[in-house]
Structure formats: structure tokens, C-alpha cells
């Protein structure tokens, strides 16, 4: 237990630049995503097939939860949010595989996405509300709440990206810990509750990611 | 006692008393959600859809806590 889950392992370095494990697993994840993604887009037909329906419903199923969480029509917000929950689904899930370990476990994937969170709100309010309308918005509901909701828009993307962090990580050094303690058929039970935690936190974060944006664009009250 | 027994002292009782009101106030929202439900069953996918984000935001109080733990355990800016 010396090893700080707050640290990641150096790989190698491109120049000055050092790559660590989750660097190269992140990449591992985008290859598979995208050639798995391009192999069964790959010939669409109108007469759908079983394995074009399974993928149609599962877009069409995000795409309707969006829609009902912001109120609007969901197609400006469906690369974004859907792409965020399925690289969640994949990058919890694949600490599964043995010899893998999840991105989400060391803390800059979980930054890094709830960066993109933060800057795709203000890229949605200016777009869909105008630069002023946006703006105005942190004026709400008077003026005096300036700095308290600037410094909400801040935390709630810390606390976004450290409730990531928080539960993969904590996930997987439980059963660290377990398999130290009895490595035999012990474990089982805590990485079947691995696998329900990995994909209720992709949910959290795509549902909460999709909250934070409805609040950019006045969709919803924040 | 040194700085990093008493560090191990710390996050323990970080986790543990931090943990306290968040696992009550949990049970609370899904006492209220379930309340809600068995009232009114038709109403239960946006229930529980706003359950979800209320847990999620009462949770964060939860893994602060162990923010400090791991924060007191393997960066202590004190020890060493």
C-alpha cells in the first residue's frame, strides 16, 4: 500500500513530455472505441439487422434522456454527452480486464473531461443565448450573487471530476486490498460491485454533465 | 506522537465521522424518492432521475472526506 493513488506511474517520455500508464490506456480505449464504432456504422441499412437495431436504440435512448432532462431538442447536445458516457462506460469497466487499470482511477482523466464540461457550458450558453443573455445570467437572481455563482460554476467542476476520482479509485483499491487480504473467489463479489459503481458514476457524470449545460443555455433553472 | 501517526489518525476519523451524514442524509432522499414512487408510480422515471443527481451531489460531501484521507495519507505537506 506505499503506492499513492494521488501519483501516476511514468511510462516513457516523448521529448519532454512524460506519458504515463493512464496516457496509453486512454489511447488504447479511443482505438478501440473508434474502430469499433466505425466497424459496425459500417454498413447501415434501411432493413436493420439485430446488431444495427441494438446500437439505433442505444443512441436513440441517450438521445431521449437528454432531451427529457433539458427540456429541448437534444441534437445540438448528442456527440458531446453521448460520447462522454460511452468512453465513461469504457474507461470505468476496463479495470476489469486483467492487467488494465481504469483512467478514471488517477485523478487527470476525471479533470480533464470535467475541464471539457466546463468549457463546452460556456460554449453552449454563448451559442445558444448570445454572449449578453449568458452573461446576464450570472446576475441572477440579483446582482450581489456575482461571486457566489462563479464560485459554484469552479466547485461543481471540482466536485464533478473528484466524485469520479473518488468512487473508481476507492472501487479499486477495495479489491487491492481484498485480493491482498484473500485472493481466492473473495474478490468476486466486490468487482461485481465494481462493475455497478463504474457504470452508475458514467451515468452520474454524463446526466450531471447534461444538468451544467441545461443550466448554461437557461434550459434549466441551476 | 510523530506528524504521520497522527496523519493516519486524522484520515481515519476523516472518513469515518465524514461519512456519518452523508449515509443518513442518503437514506433520507431514498426514503423520500420511494415515498414518492409507491404515490405516484408513473412519475417514476424522473424521480428517480433527480434522485440520482441528489445522491451524487450528497456523495461529494462523502468523498471530500476521503479527499482529505488520501490528501493526510500520501501527500501530507507536514511530514517529512
Same mark, same amino acid.
Given at each position: 500500500m506505499n503506492h499513492s493513488p494521488l501519483q501516476t506511474a511514468i511510462l516513457f517520455h516523448i521529448g519532454i513530455v512524460p506519458i504515463s500508464r493512464t496516457v496509453v490506456t486512454t489511447w488504447g480505449l479511443m482505438a478501440a472505441l473508434t474502430v469499433a464504432s466505425w466497424i459496425v456504422t459500417r454498413n447501415f441499412r434501411v432493413d436493420a439487422g439485430a446488431w444495427q437495431v441494438m446500437i439505433e436504440s442505444v443512441v436513440a435512448e441517450i438521445e431521449e434522456q437528454i432531451a427529457a432532462l433539458l427540456n429541448c431538442d437534444a441534437a445540438p447536445f448528442l456527440p458531446l454527452l453521448g460520447t462522454l458516457f460511452i468512453f465513461l462506460v469504457a474507461a470505468n469497466l476496463? +479495470?476489469?480486464?486483467? +492487467?488494465l487499470t481504469a483512467?478514471?482511477?488517477?485523478?487527470e482523466t476525471p479533470a480533464a473531461l470535467a475541464a471539457i464540461v466546463f468549457l463546452s457550458v460556456h460554449y453552449y450558453g454563448v451559442r445558444i443565448q448570445g454572449l449578453g443573455a449568458y452573461l446576464k %445570467?450570472?446576475?441572477?437572481?440579483?446582482?450581489?450573487?456575482l461571486p457566489f455563482n462563479i464560485l459554484a460554476e469552479l466547485t461543481r467542476s471540482f466536485s464533478l471530476a473528484m466524485r469520479l476520482f473518488g468512487n473508481i479509485m476507492s472501487e479499486e483499491m477495495v479489491v487491492a486490498i481484498v485480493v491482498a487480504l484473500? %485472493?481466492?473467489?473473495?474478490p468476486i463479489p466486490f468487482m461485481a460491485f465494481g462493475i455497478l459503481v463504474g457504470l452508475v458514476q458514467a451515468y452520474i457524470f454524463s446526466v450531471l454533465s447534461a444538468v451544467f449545460i441545461g443550466g448554461g443555455i437557461g434550459a434549466i433553472e441551476k | 506522537m510523530t506528524v504521520q501517526m497522527l496523519s493516519i489518525i486524522g484520515a481515519v476519523v476523516a472518513v469515518a465521522v465524514g461519512s456519518i451524514s452523508p449515509a443518513l442524509a442518503e437514506g433520507r432522499a431514498v426514503a423520500a424518492a420511494m415515498e414518492g414512487i409507491a404515490r405516484q408510480p408513473e412519475a417514476a422515471g424522473s424521480l428517480s432521475r433527480t434522485l440520482f443527481v441528489g445522491l451524487a451531489m450528497i456523495e461529494t460531501m462523502a468523498i471530500y472526506c476521503l479527499l482529505v484521507a488520501l490528501l493526510l495519507l500520501f501527500a501530507n505537506p507536514f511530514a517529512r
Open positions: 476496463c +479495470g476489469i480486464v486483467p +492487467g483512467p478514471t482511477a488517477s485523478i %445570467g450570472y446576475l441572477r437572481p440579483n446582482p450581489v450573487m484473500a %485472493g481466492l473467489l473473495v | -
